[in-house]
Every structure is written in structure tokens, then in C-alpha cells.
């Protein structure tokens, strides 16, 4: 049985600043439908970077309250917003969440939506909304690994396999389990028909 909230029957979302840790649990408790834990205005440009850290230390902890929370990120025109992103891919990954979806692309033409999504592949997100059947198979090649993303994943599944577990180093970069949870997203992706 199925026993998520329906969307039309979420009422109340609270916002907490992301760089009061402390805060994040009591308002998870305090009975809203929805907490967003806010990286925007509620944090002072000097936290904006340890806010994340806190965050994802705290998603790590929390695993079981995941589903009431909401992470505000900082708009596109801010310095921040890059970083943002980023973060919100290694954070989702180390939740056991999907990656971000990202907008329509409202133009049929392939070329376009195969852009669109290359350059939100790039920003950290992992699927996309359609508009269209027509801009599936652009969707699909788009977020197809390379030759060379697959050859990454297999050493990195290979190495993690090797040391039984626990952080890792390859090609001098360290390897845990958010970069093998991308791995193995890789190997999925690249084994779709």
C-alpha cells in the first residue's frame, strides 16, 4: 500500500535557514507538510558554501525524514547558483535520490533538446521533461554515457570492488560512495537499450 502524501493535500511548507542545523529536525517535527531548508536568502553569502556541507551532513543523518524535506537553491543570476547545483546532485546521490529533473524544452527539434539537455547534464541533472514523443530519442542520447564516461565507471566499480570498502583513491581523486553511485548510474544508462 502505497502511503505518500498526495501533492493536492500538502497545505504547509516551512522554511528553515540552511545554515541552522540545529533548526532542520524541530521543524521536520513541527507537524508542516513540507520543510524547505533554504540555501537563498535565508543564508548569509559568507555561509552559502558551509550551509551546503551542513546540509548534506545532515540528509546523510536523517535518511528517514528525507521525503518532507525541500532544498531552496540560489537563482540562476547568482554567483551561487552554479555551486548549488552541483551540490544538489553529490547530496541527492548520497540520499538515495534521484538526480534533478530538468525543464521542458518547448522546441521539437532534436538538435535543440539534445542542447538543452547536454547543457543541463552538465549542470547535474538527470532527466527531462517532454512535451513531445518526438523528443525522447534526443532526451535518451543526451544523457547516453560516452566511451569515455564508461571506461571511467568500469575502473572506478572495479577499484571499489577490489578494496571491499570504504574511500578509495583512483587517478589520485578520491572515490566513496556517492562517486560509485554515479558509477553505477553510468553502467545503467549505458546498458539501456
Same mark, same amino acid.
Not at 106 to 121: F, G, I, N, S, Y
Given at each position: 500500500?502505497? @502511503?505518500?502524501?498526495?501533492?493536492?493535500?500538502?497545505?504547509?511548507?516551512?522554511?528553515?535557514?540552511?545554515?541552522?542545523?540545529?533548526?532542520?529536525?524541530?521543524?521536520?517535527?513541527?507537524?508542516?507538510?513540507?520543510?524547505?531548508?533554504?540555501?537563498?536568502?535565508?543564508?548569509?553569502?559568507?555561509?552559502?558554501?558551509?550551509?551546503? !556541507? @551542513?546540509?548534506?551532513?545532515?540528509?546523510?543523518?536523517?535518511?528517514?525524514?528525507?521525503?518532507?524535506?525541500?532544498?531552496?537553491?540560489?537563482?540562476?543570476?547568482?554567483?551561487?547558483?552554479?555551486?548549488?547545483?552541483?551540490?544538489?546532485?553529490?547530496?541527492?546521490?548520497?540520499?538515495?535520490?534521484? !538526480?534533478?529533473?530538468?525543464?521542458?524544452?518547448?522546441?521539437?527539434?532534436?538538435?535543440?533538446?539534445?542542447?538543452?539537455?547536454?547543457?543541463?547534464?552538465?549542470?547535474?541533472?538527470?532527466?527531462?521533461?517532454?512535451?513531445?514523443?518526438?523528443?525522447?530519442?534526443?532526451?535518451?542520447?543526451?544523457?547516453?554515457?560516452?566511451?569515455?564516461?564508461?571506461?571511467?565507471?568500469?575502473?572506478?566499480?572495479?577499484?571499489? !570492488?577490489?578494496?571491499?570498502?570504504?574511500?578509495?583513491?583512483?587517478?589520485?581523486?578520491?572515490?566513496?560512495?556517492?562517486?560509485?553511485?554515479?558509477?553505477?548510474?553510468?553502467?545503467?544508462?549505458?546498458?539501456?537499450?
Amino acid at each position: 500500500m502505497n @502511503t505518500a502524501t498526495p501533492a493536492e493535500t500538502l497545505l504547509t511548507y516551512l522554511f528553515v535557514p540552511g545554515d541552522r542545523p540545529e533548526r532542520f529536525t524541530k521543524a521536520v517535527a513541527s507537524g508542516a507538510d513540507r520543510v524547505i531548508i533554504d540555501l537563498e536568502d535565508a543564508v548569509a553569502p559568507a555561509n552559502k558554501a558551509a550551509a551546503r !556541507s @551542513t546540509i548534506a551532513e545532515w540528509l546523510q543523518s536523517n535518511g528517514d525524514q528525507i521525503d518532507k524535506v525541500l532544498i531552496r537553491i540560489n537563482d540562476a543570476a547568482t554567483a551561487w547558483h552554479a555551486g548549488d547545483l552541483a551540490w544538489a546532485q553529490a547530496a541527492s546521490r548520497a540520499a538515495g535520490l534521484a !538526480s534533478p529533473i530538468a525543464g521542458v524544452t518547448p522546441d521539437l527539434d532534436p538538435a535543440r533538446v539534445t542542447a538543452d539537455m547536454r547543457h543541463a547534464k552538465s549542470l547535474g541533472f538527470g532527466a527531462k521533461m517532454c512535451i513531445h514523443p518526438a523528443q525522447l530519442a534526443a532526451v535518451l542520447a543526451a544523457l547516453a554515457p560516452t566511451a569515455a564516461e564508461v571506461a571511467w565507471a568500469e575502473r572506478v566499480l572495479q577499484a571499489w !570492488s577490489a578494496s571491499g570498502s570504504g574511500a578509495i583513491q583512483l587517478d589520485g581523486k578520491m572515490v566513496d560512495r556517492p562517486v560509485v553511485l554515479k558509477a553505477e548510474r553510468i553502467m545503467l544508462l549505458a546498458s539501456r537499450p
